[in-house]
C-alpha cells in the first residue's frame, strides 16, 4: 500500500502540470454534471443493486494509472473528430434535465468524461486506455428493467426442475404454490444484484487476465449467463428445502442468507474456470514498443490541450447557461384540485384496487356502476410544477406488493389518438381484475411511457408546460365474465368519458 502510495506521488511531481490538467478536467466535468453525479450518488448509495457502482470512477482512474509506462511511450494529439459526439452527449444531458429523465442524465454524465479523455489525447492513444474508458459507463445506475425478466425466468425454470423432481407444483404467474405453501419470485428473488455485479465483475477479469478478444468475449457471457442460472438453481433449491422439511428451513429469513452464500460459491467457481486460459500481461512495455517524441514541456501541453480543454469547457458551460435559463423552478406551493360529477366516491371504504402513483398535485378515485358490476376509477394529476413526475418507473398500473401481473397488451381507439394499455392481474387468492390506462397531455394522449415522456421533455425545450395526467379504470372479472369481455367494457366506458377526464383537467391554469 505505501509502495503504492509512493508511486502515485512519484508520478505527480514529475508530471505536475499534466496531472493538474488532469485535474482541472474532472472538477470540470464534475461541476458540469452535479446534479446527474448527485443523483446517481443517492441512488449508488440507496440502492443495494448499485452498491459496486461507487467503486467505478475510482477503479476506472486506477486502470487508467496502470497503463501510465504505455501512456508514456505515446505522444498525445487531439482528435476534433470527437467534438461532435461530446457536443451530443452535451445535448442529451440537456434533453434529460428538461424531460426529468434520470437514466439520460447519467448516460450523458459518464459518457462525456471518456470522450473529453479521448478528445484529448487523442484516438490513437485512447485506444490504449479503451477499456479503462468504457469502464465508468458502469457507474450509471441501470439494469433494474431487467428485473421482471429476470423473475419469470426464474419462476418458469424452477416450475420446470420442480416438476422435474416429482414435487406437486402450480404456477400463477409469479406465485408458486407446493402442497406445503405458497412462494413469490419478487424482485429481490430476480438475481438481479448478482447478476449486474457479475457482468461487471466478469468484464473486469477478463481485461485484467486475458489479451485476445475472443477469450474475453467468452468469458463475459459466461459471466452473464452464469448468475443467471444459479438463480434458477437458488429459487428452486429454496422450495424444494422447504417442501422436504415441511416449510421448517428455507423460508424468511433462511432463505437470503442461503442465496447469499450460494452466490459466493458461484462467484468462486466463476473465478477458478476464469483462470483456466488466464494470460501473463505485462504492465511494461517491451523497448521495441517506445515510441520517438518530443519532450513534453509546459509550453507543449499548453499548446496541445488549450483548445480541446476550450472546447469541453464551452460546452460544460453552455449547458449549464441553457438549463438555468430555461429550466421551471420546482415549488412546494402548488396546490390542485379535481371534482367528477360522473363517478361516485367510495364513503371511506377503501377500494379492492388501486394504482401505485407517487407525489401528484391532486389525485381522485372513485367507481362506475354498470349493472351489478363496479368500475373502478382512477385519476392523477401533475403539474410539472412540482417534483412528482408523470412518467416514473416507481408509477405503476397496480400494487406491486399486493398484486401480480400476467399479462399487457395494447387496446386501440376509434374515438382518441393514442391507444390504451390492458392489463390483466392477479392476487395470491387468485382474484383476477383487468385495468385499462393512458396518459394525457394536452392535445396528446397514448399509454405508451416513452413516447409521453418524449414529448414533455420536446415541450420543456421549447418552453412548453409539462402538465398531465394519468387515468385508469379497473373490473373484477371471473368465469362468469371473461377477460376480453371486461376489457371491451373498460374500453368503452374510457372513450366515452375521454371528454369528462379532460374537462376537468386544469390545463389552462398551468399556463
Known amino acids: 500500500m505505501f509502495q503504492f502510495t509512493r508511486e502515485i506521488v512519484t508520478s505527480i511531481r514529475r508530471n505536475k502540470l499534466s496531472t493538474l490538467v488532469f485535474c482541472g478536467l474532472l472538477v470540470a466535468w464534475y461541476a458540469g454534471f452535479w446534479t446527474a453525479v448527485a443523483s446517481a450518488y443517492d441512488i449508488w448509495i440507496g440502492n443495494e443493486i448499485f452498491n459496486h457502482c461507487l467503486f467505478v470512477v475510482p477503479g476506472a482512474l486506477y486502470l487508467i494509472y496502470r497503463q501510465r509506462f504505455f501512456l508514456a511511450q505515446l505522444q498525445p494529439k487531439p482528435n476534433l473528430l470527437l467534438v461532435a459526439p461530446l457536443g451530443l452527449t452535451s445535448f442529451a444531458y440537456i434533453l434529460g434535465v428538461f424531460g426529468e429523465i434520470q437514466l439520460l442524465e447519467h448516460l450523458a454524465a459518464f459518457s462525456f468524461l471518456p470522450l473529453a479523455i479521448a478528445l484529448c489525447i487523442g484516438v490513437r492513444v485512447a485506444l490504449t486506455i479503451a477499456y479503462p474508458l468504457f469502464f465508468f459507463v458502469f457507474a450509471i445506475p441501470t439494469g433494474d428493467q431487467l428485473i421482471p425478466f429476470l423473475q419469470d425466468i426464474a419462476a418458469?425454470?424452477?416450475?420446470?426442475?420442480?416438476?422435474?423432481?416429482?414435487?406437486?407444483?402450480?404456477?400463477?404467474?409469479?406465485?408458486?404454490?407446493?402442497?406445503h405453501g405458497r412462494f413469490l419470485v419478487a424482485e429481490a428473488c430476480s438475481g438481479i444484484s448478482?447478476?449486474?455485479?457479475?457482468?461487471?465483475?466478469?468484464?473486469?477479469?477478463?481485461?485484467?487476465?486475458?489479451?485476445?478478444?475472443?477469450?474475453?468475449?467468452?468469458?463475459?457471457?459466461?459471466?452473464?449467463?452464469?448468475?443467471?442460472?444459479?438463480?434458477?438453481?437458488?429459487?428452486?433449491?429454496?422450495?424444494?428445502?422447504?417442501?422436504?422439511?415441511?416449510?421448517?428451513?428455507?423460508?424468511?429469513?433462511?432463505?437470503?442468507?442461503?442465496?447469499?452464500?450460494?452466490?459466493?460459491?458461484?462467484?468462486?467457481?466463476?473465478?477458478?474456470?476464469?483462470e483456466f486460459g488466464r494470460e501473463n500481461i505485462s504492465l511494461q512495455p517491451s523497448e521495441s514498443s517506445t515510441d520517438s517524441r518530443q519532450k513534453t514541456s509546459s509550453d507543449w501541453i499548453l499548446s496541445t490541450f488549450k483548445l480541446p480543454l476550450a472546447i469541453i469547457l464551452f460546452f460544460l458551460a453552455a449547458q449549464q447557461i441553457y438549463i438555468l435559463a430555461f429550466g421551471v423552478e420546482k415549488s412546494a406551493d402548488y396546490q390542485a384540485t379535481l371534482a367528477f360529477s360522473w363517478i361516485q366516491s367510495y364513503d371511506n371504504k377503501p377500494p379492492n384496487w388501486q394504482p401505485r402513483i407517487l407525489n401528484p398535485d391532486a389525485e381522485l378515485a372513485g367507481?362506475?356502476?354498470?349493472?351489478?358490476?363496479?368500475?373502478?376509477?382512477?385519476?392523477?394529476?401533475?403539474?410539472?410544477?412540482?417534483?412528482?413526475?408523470?412518467?416514473?418507473?416507481?408509477?405503476?398500473d397496480y400494487d406491486i406488493e399486493k398484486w401480480n401481473i400476467l399479462s399487457r397488451k395494447s387496446i386501440g381507439s376509434d374515438s382518441i389518438t393514442g391507444p390504451f394499455s390492458g392489463s390483466v392481474i392477479t392476487t395470491p387468492g387468485g382474484q383476477k381484475r383487468v385495468v385499462l390506462s393512458y396518459f394525457l397531455l394536452e392535445n396528446f394522449q397514448?399509454?405508451?411511457?416513452?413516447?409521453?415522456?418524449?414529448?414533455?421533455?420536446?415541450?420543456?425545450?421549447?418552453?412548453?408546460?409539462?402538465?398531465?395526467?394519468?387515468?385508469?379504470?379497473?373490473?373484477?372479472?371471473?368465469?362468469?365474465?371473461?377477460?376480453?369481455?371486461?376489457?371491451?367494457?373498460?374500453?368503452?366506458?374510457?372513450?366515452?368519458?375521454?371528454?369528462?377526464?379532460?374537462?376537468?383537467?386544469?390545463?389552462?391554469?398551468?399556463?
Not at 371 to 396: F, H, M, P
Not at 461 to 467: C, D, I, S, T, V
Open 367 to 396: 367507481y362506475l356502476q354498470e349493472g351489478d358490476q363496479k368500475i373502478d376509477v382512477y385519476l392523477a394529476w401533475y403539474s410539472g410544477r412540482t417534483e412528482g413526475e408523470l412518467i416514473s418507473a416507481l408509477n405503476r
Open 156 to 179: 418458469e425454470w424452477s416450475v420446470f426442475l420442480l416438476k422435474l423432481t416429482g414435487v406437486p407444483v402450480f404456477r400463477n404467474g409469479l406465485y408458486i404454490d407446493i402442497p
Open 446 to 511: 397514448s399509454s405508451s411511457k416513452l413516447q409521453i415522456k418524449l414529448k414533455q421533455t420536446f415541450d420543456a425545450l421549447m418552453g412548453k408546460p409539462k402538465a398531465g395526467g394519468y387515468v385508469a379504470y379497473s373490473l373484477s372479472f371471473d368465469s362468469n365474465n371473461s377477460e376480453a369481455a371486461a376489457l371491451a367494457l373498460l374500453r368503452t366506458k374510457a372513450e366515452k368519458h375521454h371528454a369528462d377526464v379532460l374537462a376537468v383537467l386544469p390545463f389552462e391554469q398551468r399556463q
Open 194 to 274: 448478482f447478476t449486474i455485479v457479475s457482468v461487471v465483475f466478469g468484464s473486469l477479469y477478463a481485461h485484467l487476465n486475458y489479451t485476445k478478444l475472443w477469450k474475453k468475449s467468452v468469458f463475459w457471457v459466461v459471466a452473464l449467463l452464469v448468475p443467471m442460472v444459479a438463480n434458477i438453481f437458488r429459487v428452486y433449491g429454496i422450495i424444494l428445502v422447504a417442501h422436504l422439511t415441511d416449510m421448517e428451513h428455507a423460508v424468511g429469513t433462511d432463505h437470503l442468507i442461503y442465496g447469499w452464500f450460494f452466490y459466493c460459491i458461484v462467484l468462486f467457481l466463476l473465478i477458478l474456470v476464469g
